[in-house]
């Protein structure tokens, strides 16, 4: 339904996508356009006047820290209207949507998410009437208000989950013997495979270091400390006379990169 406005300056679309999302699930730059220019046309019966675009930008980065969503806080004014497809485009933490809130409020913006509440704004002026809305709308803004918090937990939790997901698959490619990235481990060198299209690195074992590793693993099983399996890698492996404690350590702790202890 077309709704008349008593004034309106510009209306600005925010599109969002991160480099490992990409085009999966609909959320691609171009999907999220078409859908806000679908909603604006129909609900204001004008085009979208511009967009701001975060290609490539996680949505673990705050609206100030994005490029496009940075430039979009420096030119909106009272009586703008900005368009999300979601909550998860706009903002991923509880604690920035319900900062940004009061700003845009402040500001005279409204603000929309084309996928969420209708055609109900999210975010209301201070005075709604200025911009057509009637003071109705005030209870719908509280019961918004406390969807959005919902809403903005539940995608801070999904966030905090893909970021498992993503840290268990790098643990799941390394314990195929795939470096995830930085130097080799000590214990090995890498060495290119091509797999598919693409080429990845495999961590192939040194033998000479793995000897000093399995030193290392059975004074840990003895329960020596740090400073103690040390002294016994530069006793038994004299090429390695100034190993050090905390090249023990870091060796012990390792097991984010997904090696096996060698046995």
């Not at 999302?21 to 046309?41: M, P």
């Not at 675009?53 to 900005?82: N, Q």
């Not at 979601?86 to 603000?111: Q, W």
């Amino acid at each position: 339904m077309i709704e008349p406005r008593k004034q309106i300056n510009n209306i600005y679309g925010y599109v969002r996508v991160s480099t490992v999302q990409q085009a999966k699930d609909g959320s691609s730059l171009e999907d999220q356009q078409k859908k806000i220019e679908e909603f604006v046309q129909a609900k204001f019966n004008r085009p979208v006047d511009k967009f701001f675009i975060d290609a490539g930008v996680s949505g673990a980065k705050p609206l100030t820290e994005r490029p496009a969503s940075r430039e979009l806080t420096d030119v909106m004014d009272k009586h703008d209207i900005i368009v999300a497809t979601k909550l998860d485009r706009f903002a991923r933490s509880v604690k920035e949507m319900l900062t940004i809130i009061p700003i845009l409020e402040e500001t005279g913006i409204t603000l929309y998410f084309s996928e969420l509440f209708g055609d109900m704004p999210v975010v209301m002026p201070k005075n709604p009437e200025e911009v057509g809305l009637k003071k109705k709308f005030n209870m719908a803004r509280q019961m918004s208000e406390m969807v959005i918090s919902m809403m903005a937990s539940f995608a801070e939790m999904e966030k905090e989950m893909i970021l498992e997901r993503t840290s268990s698959g790098k643990i799941a490619w390394a314990e195929k013997g795939y470096s995830i990235g930085g130097e080799a481990p000590f214990g090995y060198t890498k060495e290119y495979e091509e797999i598919g299209s693409r080429r990845h690195t495999k961590l192939v074992p040194l033998p000479e270091e793995q000897e000093v590793l399995k030193t290392i693993y059975a004074c840990k099983k003895r329960g020596l400390g740090w400073r103690g399996t040390a002294k016994q890698v530069q006793s038994l492996h004299p090429e390695h006379a100034n190993f050090t404690p905390y090249k023990v350590g870091k060796i012990l702790k390792r097991k984010y990169q997904g090696l096996p202890e060698t046995s």
